[in-house]
């Protein structure tokens, strides 16, 4: 799929929490095909402090509607710029961007991990692995109540698992300690949360034999492929966040 | 129609509007957004004899109006480029320039000889200011002697047109500027960036895995700008200037100030439409200021003042 770059108006701007929220976008032009573990690159206006564009992962789309979802954390001055976007607002983004994270061979048993602003790519990854006819787990995790995001649209995908590491809510720990691992026997997992996070359940997967993809946070210059700024080391060398992931398969990181 | 066409020597540039190497990818990167045809040229990626792995992460930071970068010249080198880049580039309707870099003047010599060989590249702009790698790069360009042996070294083998790359972090530019004229390069650009640095006050270390690297954006323009009038009144082969030009009006202060062409270089990230943008920028403003060629413009600040 071409990549573009397109202004979109922002349709609403929904509070989650105190870091959390999701802008869902519109456009005149079809919302082109999309695969989960893609982002967007978008542009931040009334900024000073910020130069470049920030990438945020895809939440989820509705082709119907033709509406795009992105789940962003308040992490710096220009999330926080973008956290003040009202209905009617444009927003400039370049997209689809990023490799996506592959389909499961059929009849396997499929585990959706994530932590944090990590649980953004699962919504549209695991409505893609229904519609292909799998039935994923979901295994969340947060810090404590406070820091949750509401879950509800991942109930309607498959089962859901929670952990916080104060145990204010659900099993405490970190997702690689909750019970479910031990009960249920995966064949795969999809990963996307902080870095120490994706590293245990990589770990855990290695271990127990099981395939793990992780969707990789990082800073970006370009976000396609130019300025090679976001450098991964892996197996195969030095590879772009951008292009060549931010999807990766937990053997080929050198982590 | 206003005349925006330029020449280095005898290679024609349909306009003055190039892409800075480092930023532009091999401009097959951005073929979804724009018709790379439509640019006078494009500087590509720099490039090595060998393959390079460049600089461990993080390779990059955000700072004040632009950035800091430490890639490190990572490239799959000549052959791979020869083979599978070159191909995809001999399409463009353009000038395709490839930026060259070595740790010893050999590599150079070496580059210099092979590029010289592939016929839809139309000039070579030699690479003495890299501040991102521990072995030659920068260390060429700021040191008068060496600057002087591999400028003469590349001009013995090239026979193309011969761009330096001059870097800003010297105490006077111009010294460099001539020295390229003296021996026998076809043109200058400048500036590459200018060596900084950023920490993280959360973690008390440094933004950046090499501690420092160049520093990119508008941050550095009115620097660049300084540097580009001042070897544009000392030269007389044509100066091509970059640093921090976001806009056409951003261009047109580089070709008041003495540029012949200038070149887009960190405005593609945020805008990947960036250079065709400031093209047609130019021509809007030449229409305007009723102006028929690009040449009335350039350095007519010195006419003026």
Redesign the interface.
Known sequence: MAKRIESLNITENKRLNKDFFILELSGKSKIPDMKPGQFVQVKIEGSPGTFLRRPISVHDVNYGQNTLKLLIQIAGKGTETLSRLQPGDILNIIYPLGNSFSLPPEGQNVLLAGGGCGIAPLLFLGKYLRSNGFQPDILLGFRNTERIIEFNDYKEIGKVFLTTEDGSQGEKGFVTQHPVLATSKYDRIYCCGPDPMMKAVAEYSSKNNIFCEVSLENLMGCGIGACLCCAVDTVRGNLCTCVDGPVFNTKDLKW | MVKLDFKIGDLHFKNPVLTAS????YGL??D??LDVSRLGGIVV?GITLEPR???????????????L?A?GL?NKGIDYFEKNIYPDLALYKTNVIVNINGSYIDDYITLAGRIGKLKKISAIELNISCPNVRMGGMAFGTNEKSAREVTRAVRAVYQGKLIVKLSPNVTNIVDFARIAEEEGADSVSLINTLLGMSVDVKTMKPALSTITGGLS??AIKPVALRMVWQVARALTIPVIGMGGIMNADDAIEFFLAGASAVQVG?A??????ASVKILEGIESYLVEKGFSDIRELIGLLNKVH
């Open positions: 480092g930023t532009f990818g990167e951005f979804d957004f990626k792995e460049g600089n461990p992460s993080p390779r990059m930071a955000e700072t004040p109006s632009g950035m970068n890639v990572q954006g508008p960190t593609s990230f945020i805008d990947p439409q």
